[in-house]
């Protein structure tokens, strides 16, 4: 499967804007994310942030096999070995570098990025 075109939350109907903090670099620990939702009435869009020691990454919080959420705990993306991001559901797992899927339903398909920049200790919309 070709792999998705990294999206803006300035395309998002209710986001942020460019240049918007979502977090502190210091609130993440090297192998933490923290999710976020963005709501337009009752559209919804559904984000996460995982540190990769000194790399950040952002990606849709959903899962191309059954477009459920990932986090098998709020907040939680990461599978217990601490190595792969994991769907909670099925227990599919991503490379963090770049979202592909190498094990379970969806093996070859990517999670969806999402444009950040991390500038001084602030994670941005980018």
């Not at 337009?40 to 459920?68: E, M, N, T």
């Not at 939680?76 to 963090?96: E, S």
Request: charge should be neutral.
């Amino acid at each position: 499967m070709k792999r998705p075109r990294a999206e803006s939350l300035d395309e998002v109907p209710g986001g942020p804007s460019f240049g918007s903090v979502l977090c502190r670099l210091s609130e993440l620990p090297p192998r933490g994310s923290k999710a976020f939702q963005f709501r337009d009435g009752r559209l919804r869009y559904d984000i996460f942030v995982q540190r990769w020691d000194d790399k950040v990454y952002a990606y849709r919080d959903v899962c191309p096999h059954l477009s459920l959420p990932l986090d098998w705990r709020r907040g939680h993306f990461l599978d217990v070995d601490g190595q792969n991001i994991q769907c909670g559901h099925h227990g599919a797992r991503f490379r963090v570098e770049d979202g592909l899927c190498i094990e379970g339903p969806c093996k070859g398909e990517y999670l969806t990025p999402v444009r950040i920049a991390v500038r001084g200790d602030e994670v941005q919309v980018a």
